[in-house]
Protein backbone atom coordinates (compact mmCIF):
# COMPACT_ATOMS: atom_id res chain seq x y z
CA UNK A 1 0.00 0.00 0.00
CA UNK A 2 1.55 3.49 -0.50
CA UNK A 3 1.26 6.40 1.03
CA UNK A 4 2.33 10.02 0.80
CA UNK A 5 5.62 11.34 2.35
CA UNK A 6 7.41 14.79 2.43
CA UNK A 7 10.71 14.95 2.88
CA UNK A 8 12.29 17.83 4.01
CA UNK A 9 16.08 17.33 3.99
CA UNK A 10 19.55 19.52 4.53
CA UNK A 11 22.78 20.14 3.14
CA UNK A 12 25.88 22.60 3.14
CA UNK A 13 25.82 24.98 1.15
CA UNK A 14 29.75 24.48 0.87
CA UNK A 15 28.51 20.93 -0.80
CA UNK A 16 29.80 20.84 -4.87
CA UNK A 17 26.91 20.87 -7.20
CA UNK A 18 27.86 17.64 -8.55
CA UNK A 19 27.75 15.67 -5.00
CA UNK A 20 24.13 17.49 -4.51
CA UNK A 21 22.97 16.22 -7.90
CA UNK A 22 24.51 12.71 -7.12
CA UNK A 23 22.38 12.83 -3.65
CA UNK A 24 19.36 14.06 -5.56
CA UNK A 25 19.82 11.25 -8.04
CA UNK A 26 20.34 8.03 -5.59
CA UNK A 27 16.97 9.17 -4.03
CA UNK A 28 15.35 9.99 -7.37
CA UNK A 29 16.79 6.60 -8.20
CA UNK A 30 14.80 4.52 -5.65
CA UNK A 31 11.63 5.69 -5.65
CA UNK A 32 11.29 5.79 -9.19
CA UNK A 33 12.92 2.74 -10.73
CA UNK A 34 13.49 0.42 -7.55
CA UNK A 35 10.41 0.78 -6.05
CA UNK A 36 8.51 2.09 -8.99
CA UNK A 37 6.81 4.78 -7.40
CA UNK A 38 5.89 8.34 -8.32
CA UNK A 39 7.93 11.58 -7.27
CA UNK A 40 5.40 14.24 -7.21
CA UNK A 41 7.77 17.20 -6.51
CA UNK A 42 11.50 17.64 -6.11
CA UNK A 43 12.60 20.89 -5.38
CA UNK A 44 15.42 23.19 -3.98
CA UNK A 45 13.77 25.71 -2.01
CA UNK A 46 16.79 28.03 -0.86
CA UNK A 47 20.08 28.66 0.97
CA UNK A 48 19.06 30.15 4.12
CA UNK A 49 20.76 30.69 7.76
CA UNK A 50 20.72 28.02 10.39
CA UNK A 51 18.67 28.72 13.39
CA UNK A 52 22.15 27.42 15.13
CA UNK A 53 25.02 25.68 13.79
CA UNK A 54 25.15 21.99 12.73
CA UNK A 55 28.37 20.71 12.63
CA UNK A 56 30.23 24.22 12.40
CA UNK A 57 27.81 24.85 9.18
CA UNK A 58 25.62 28.41 9.47
CA UNK A 59 23.67 27.94 6.82
CA UNK A 60 21.81 25.50 4.36
CA UNK A 61 20.17 24.82 1.60
CA UNK A 62 17.22 23.24 1.60
CA UNK A 63 15.55 20.60 -0.59
CA UNK A 64 11.72 19.36 -0.78
CA UNK A 65 10.22 16.34 -2.12
CA UNK A 66 6.94 14.61 -2.12
CA UNK A 67 6.01 11.08 -3.02
CA UNK A 68 3.91 8.47 -3.26
CA UNK A 69 5.46 5.13 -2.27
CA UNK A 70 5.45 2.15 -0.08
CA UNK A 71 7.00 2.41 3.61
CA UNK A 72 9.60 -0.11 2.83
CA UNK A 73 10.42 2.54 0.19
CA UNK A 74 10.91 5.40 2.61
CA UNK A 75 13.14 4.01 4.67
CA UNK A 76 15.47 3.21 2.55
CA UNK A 77 15.21 6.61 1.59
CA UNK A 78 16.05 7.43 5.01
CA UNK A 79 18.52 5.00 5.11
CA UNK A 80 20.31 6.91 2.24
CA UNK A 81 19.94 10.14 4.04
CA UNK A 82 20.89 9.14 7.59
CA UNK A 83 24.05 7.66 5.87
CA UNK A 84 25.11 10.52 4.00
CA UNK A 85 26.68 11.96 7.37
CA UNK A 86 28.91 14.48 5.17
CA UNK A 87 26.45 16.19 2.97
CA UNK A 88 23.15 15.62 4.81
CA UNK A 89 22.73 18.00 7.76
CA UNK A 90 19.20 17.35 8.95
CA UNK A 91 16.61 15.31 7.30
CA UNK A 92 12.55 15.05 8.21
CA UNK A 93 10.63 12.93 7.00
CA UNK A 94 6.63 13.09 7.04
CA UNK A 95 3.85 11.09 6.18
CA UNK A 96 0.75 13.12 4.67
CA UNK A 97 -2.34 13.18 3.95
CA UNK A 98 -3.31 12.64 -0.15
CA UNK A 99 -3.82 16.95 -1.20
CA UNK A 100 -7.20 17.37 -2.39
CA UNK A 101 -7.54 19.97 -5.26
CA UNK A 102 -10.28 22.08 -5.09
Given at each position: MTNFYEVLFIVPTTLPEDTNKELSDKIKQTIEQKYSSKI?????????????????????????????????????????????KTSVLRFIIDKIEKKVKK
Open positions: LKFEKWADRKLAYTIQDYKEGRYHLLETECTADCIKEVESILSFE
